[in-house]
């Protein structure tokens, strides 16, 4: 059977005007053509069919035209260059596109504005001759997310002259040099003059300058254009749509939107902010799909002006939740066009409406959403319409009067949907000093700009590059030091930590391998103290919802603390629908925490959002840094944990000294990924902290067994967490009296230990010293029972004395050796037989150990 040919919908303006395509055979497929309306610089507008824009279509065809062409830059660029590249897209037809271009090539993104930030200042900005409101804005959230030398792609429709990528990059060219740059268009329709204008000024600034495009070709003006299109617009009939009574009715749906997600590029848009928005789009289009009449048919999803990206996904999650071939995506637009309901003609119909988002940038009063209504057409109306506008455009303008968008809208289909979005507002004063735009007619001069640039923040690791979580489960602050060799024998690093010679984050553990039994005793415990776990867990995000609200970012302390930052981030998504985001960050005792993370986390969010987390406290030596780190500084010092046995947080799950089963293990309960490490020469001034991924563990990688054991008992402990939250909230023992501390002065005396720093309380602290420090004996409570199963293995493994006392105020303690060299575990790495008891706790023995042909005297404490 042979498909009925489709009438061009360039034919009509071609056929009255004069004006002609040439070039790929391709180009009357990708675009019509209509007259502008109220626009003396140019008469005719080229009216994308994949874009997205003025035309309806299948949003996986919009998203995938900008797909492939990411692909195809991704291409051209290699892996290395990709990595380094950021997409530029254009306000406001391009910005959908420009991002999925970003998709395509998994680079982070930024998209110009005419949307104006009060107290923030723009980074850069530019002209684009032709269209009806001129000036751009760059208005990134982070200014150094340009400041790279790495590729800039840059994102439009059309690539008509070329003037307004030239005015671009010889803007950003001023500021930031870099040598490469890519042009992204799904139509090239240059002439030859434009092109070599492009080639010179490429040649001019000495850099590269590829272009990618869909197709190719020209547009065929007659002189007289202008004149023509004048008449026709003047004789053309029409094509709007007035409303038709009865009113539709009208659906509000409030969504759950991820709290400090960006909605789209014009702040800036990075990988993880993809990954947290692909994680969150099923459950957005469900409670779209819901507010639709049963049984909808034909679904327009329409975006607004620059917000085109997100109403895009949300139309591609609706049309796989409902089914079938329902859903078009389009968005409303600044641009004003001749409508004409002709089948030949780009623009069938138009509903003009007054601007709802109270713009501050002079432009037009007028907004316009193209062929929404059906028209002479019956096969064209949409049963529904859901409307998608971030809350700045939510205003009494879109649902009052007359000509209202809203009031419109319900005159044309049977329902409405209003969806609004919160537009993502960054932390004003974080860009550099304003920057004027360059006027086009000064953009034919480079002229360098004094602008203070801030150094460039790193870009977050994700896995499964680094770590085994998933990416939308936490973002690394940290280097990728997988590479250097940085594991030391236990006994050589707490020799060289205790003599001086070196700080204990400058060098890593050979990681533990645990024996079979060891595994099986780590499974035992994960099945026992699983719903413990979950408890504490919502104990803890219950309150930290209380006090600090839903768009709390969390910051776990890598590595201990990344486990139980993401079970709380999985309880506020399980219990509130809620997805926060969540970072691993480095602290290093003695040294503090990573300043470049703290930057980084200011750069993207509040600090006042931000919740520092660890799994468990000891005596409060980690609290202690935390809060000196963060001394005059807008981060609240507050640490929340699962377990606060040394009584010095006010945050907690518990009180109780319990196992946490992911204190048992090291890097395979933790994603595989190392303590974090902090090395003049590996970790520069504007580095994170560094770490490694040990991917060749994966065989024995049990972190999402633990995070899925913990988290399939959520909901039988959901109301005994609220319980518990309620409880912790009127407690008046919460604030914190440092028992734990005064407990480790007390046994650091006892023992004759003079640094505490190796006295460590509690099952997790006292499992840490059994797995990466040089052991010299454990306290168990008296009576302690399968809590302490793995520790007593782990100590018979080590040759370590477990000694049973009264009065403990922790389940266990593990003490380091207080005077350590090579000689104190013998050539095995276990501790030395006992040589006699020595009841002076300064007494001193000389051993003679014999350690790879040297004598090493020891020093021992009491009962050595």
């Not at 750069?603 to 006042?608: K, T, Y």
């Not at 994170?688 to 060749?696: C, D, M, T, V």
């Amino acid at each position: 059977m042979t498909a009925t040919p489709q009438t061009w919908t360039g034919r009509w303006v071609a056929d009255r005007a004069g004006i002609a395509l040439t070039g790929s055979d391709r180009l009357p497929e990708l675009v019509g053509l209509a007259l502008r309306a109220g626009n003396p610089k140019r008469a005719h507008l080229l009216v994308s069919n994949v874009l997205g824009k003025h035309v309806p279509q299948r949003p996986s065809v919009v998203h995938g035209t900008g797909l492939e062409l990411g692909r195809r830059v991704r291409e051209l660029l290699g892996a290395e260059a990709t990595a380094r590249a950021v997409v530029l897209g254009y306000a406001e037809t391009a910005t959908g596109l420009g991002h999925s271009v970003a998709d395509g090539l998994d680079a982070p993104y930024l998209h110009s504005t005419r949307r104006p930030v009060p107290g923030l200042a723009p980074v850069g900005g530019f002209e684009e001759e032709h269209s009806h409101a001129t000036s751009h804005l760059l208005l990134p959230a982070d200014p150094a997310l340009l400041a790279g030398d790495g590729p800039l792609v840059l994102v439009d429709d059309e690539f008509s002259t070329g003037r307004t990528v030239l005015n671009t990059i010889r803007d950003l060219h001023a500021r930031h040099p870099r040598s490469h740059y890519v042009v992204v268009a799904l139509v090239d329709l240059r002439s030859a003059v434009d092109r070599r204008r492009l080639d010179e000024a490429a040649a001019e600034l000495g850099v590269r300058l590829d272009l990618v495009a869909t197709a190719s070709g020209a547009v065929e003006l007659p002189e007289d254009v202008v004149a023509r299109a004048g008449r026709l617009i003047a004789e053309a009939a029409p094509g709007e749509a007035p409303p038709a009574a009865p009113a539709a009715p009208l659906a509000r749906v409030e969504l759950d939107w991820p709290a400090g997600l960006p909605d789209g590029g014009r702040h800036g848009f990075t990988a993880r902010d993809r990954a947290r928005l692909d994680a969150a789009l099923p459950r957005l289009a469900g409670q779209l799909a819901e507010a639709l009449p049963e049984g909808a048919r034909r679904v327009l999803v329409l975006g607004f002006e620059e917000l085109m990206y997100v109403p895009l996904r949300l139309a591609d999650a609706l049309t796989e939740r409902l089914g079938g071939d329902r859903v078009r995506f389009s968005t409303t637009t600044r641009s004003p066009v001749l409508a004409v309901d002709d089948p030949g003609y780009a623009i069938r119909t138009r509903l003009a409406f007054p601007a709802h988002d109270d713009p501050q940038d002079g432009g037009s009063p007028e907004r316009y959403a193209y062929n929404v209504a059906p028209g002479s057409d019956p096969a064209r109306r949409f049963d529904s319409v859901v409307l998608v506008v971030d809350d700045v455009a939510d205003t009494p303008a879109l649902h009052e009067g007359e000509r209202a968008l809203l009031g419109q809208l319900r005159g044309v289909t049977d329902r409405v949907v209003l969806a609004v979005l919160p537009s993502h507002r960054p932390v004003p004063g974080a860009a550099s000093s304003p920057v004027p735009p360059l006027s086009s007619a000064s953009a034919a001069v480079p002229v360098p700009v004094p602008v203070p640039v801030p150094a460039a923040l790193p870009a977050p690791l994700y896995g499964p590059a680094f770590s085994s979580y998933p990416a939308e489960e936490v973002a690394w602050l940290l280097k990728d030091l997988s590479g250097v060799a940085l594991e030391a024998p236990t006994e050589e690093r707490e020799e060289a930590v205790q003599n001086g010679g070196a700080h204990y984050a400058e060098s890593l553990p050979v990681e533990y391998q645990p024996s079979p039994e060891y595994q099986e005793l780590f499974q035992q415990a994960l099945r026992g103290s699983a719903g413990r776990i979950a408890l504490a867990v919502g104990t803890v995000a219950e309150t930290l919802l209380r006090e600090r609200g839903p768009g709390l970012v969390l910051a776990s302390l890598a590595r201990a603390g990344t486990p139980v930052g993401i079970l709380i981030r999985r309880w506020l998504a399980f219990a509130h629908g809620l997805s926060v985001p969540h970072y691993a960050v480095s602290i290093v005792r003695g040294r503090g925490i990573d300043p470049v993370a703290l930057r980084y986390l200011a750069a993207h969010h509040r600090a006042q959002d931000v919740v520092f987390v660890d799994g468990w406290t000891g005596k409060g030596a980690i609290t202690r840094e935390l809060a000196g780190a963060l001394a005059g500084t807008d981060f609240d010092p507050d640490l929340a944990v699962l377990a606060d046995p040394g009584r010095c947080v006010r945050t907690y799950g518990t009180r109780d000294d319990f196992l946490i089963p992911s204190a048992c293990l090291n890097s395979t309960v933790s994603g595989l990924v190392s303590r974090t490490v902090l090395r003049a020469g590996l970790i520069g001034p504007d580095d994170f902290h560094g770490a490694k991924h040990y991917a060749e563990l994966a065989g024995s990688d049990v972190s999402a067994a633990f995070l899925d054991a913990v988290a399939a008992r959520f909901g039988e402990v959901r109301a005994a967490a609220v319980e518990g939250a309620d409880r912790l909230a009127d407690d008046p023992r919460r604030t914190p009296d440092w028992a734990g501390w005064a407990a480790v002065e007390r046994i650091s005396a006892e023992y004759g230990i003079d640094n505490v720093n190796l006295v460590k309380p509690g099952v997790g602290e006292t499992t840490r010293v059994l797995l990466r420090r040089v052991p010299w004996r454990i306290l168990a409570r008296r009576g302690a029972g399968a809590d302490l199963d793995h520790v007593r293995l782990l100590a018979a493994q080590r040759g370590v004395e477990v000694e049973e006392v009264d009065g403990l105020p922790y389940t266990c303690v593990g003490l380091i050796h207080p005077r350590y060299s090579r000689g104190a575990t013998g050539g095995d790495g276990r501790a030395v037989t006992d040589i006699g008891a020595v009841t002076d706790v300064d007494a001193v023995t000389d051993v003679g150990a014999v350690t790879d042909g040297r004598v090493v005297t020891v020093t021992t404490g009491r009962d050595s």
